[in-house]
């Protein structure tokens, strides 16, 4: 769970960073993206999608919630190929 402050200072880099790519010509706009989510993930560790990475036991959860998704679509004979 993050604090307000925590979930402020990311919204708050969000803005920042949406700004920097709404001004920026197309060009550059698929040059920035690398970029900007490097900084992003940089100056916001407790991201979630960092967060979540890096739990054994969330990532356990949320893979048993996919095969539950793939599982009626399956058959004996099935590849599946991610």
């Known amino acids: 769970m ?3 402050d925590q979930i402020k200072e990311h919204y708050e880099l969000e803005k920042r960073l ?3 790519l709404m ?3 197309r060009h550059e706009r698929s040059l920035l993206y690398t970029e900007l989510y490097s900084e992003l993930f940089n100056k916001i560790p407790h991201h ?3 967060t979540i990475k890096n739990n054994p036991e969330i990532c356990e959860m949320r893979c048993k919630e996919q095969l539950n998704v793939l599982k ?3 058959k ?3 590849t599946f190929v991610e």
Do not use: V
């Open 2 to 4: 993050r604090t307000d």
């Open 76 to 78: 004996n004979c099935s």
């Open 18 to 20: 949406a700004s920097r």
């Open 23 to 25: 001004a920026a010509s």
């Open 48 to 50: 979630p999608q960092l």
């Open 72 to 74: 009626p679509l399956l």
